[in-house]
C-alpha cells in the first residue's frame, strides 16, 4: 500500500459518520435504505459519504433495481491496519538522530 492510498483511506476514516457506516456494515450488506434508518443524515449527505468510502476502497455497491447494496471490504481494512500496526513498531534510528545539523 503506498503513501498515497494509505492517506485517502485515513481520511475517510476521520468522520464519525463513515466510521459509524462501517459498524453498520460489519454484519454483512445493507442497503442504503438501512443504513439512512440507522442514522441521522440525509439521503444526500448519505451519498456523499458512501462515495468517500467506495473511492477510498473501504466499501463496494451494487445496485439492484433502484436499491443500491452497500459491503465492506474486510481486505482494505486488513491492510490499513497492518499499515498502523506497522507504524507502531517501529524503531527509532539513530542514524537520523546523528545527521541532525543541531547535534554539531
Known sequence: ????????????????????????????EQCACVLLGNLALSQPTLSHHMKILCDAGLVTSRKAGKWIYYTRQAETLDRIGACLQALGHTTPTDDLATDCRCRE
Do not use: C, Q, Y
Request: proline share 0%.
Open 1 to 28: 500500500m503506498d503513501s498515497m492510498e494509505t492517506v485517502k483511506i485515513l481520511k475517510a476514516l476521520a468522520d464519525a459518520n463513515r466510521l459509524h457506516i462501517l459498524e453498520l456494515l460489519g454484519s454483512g
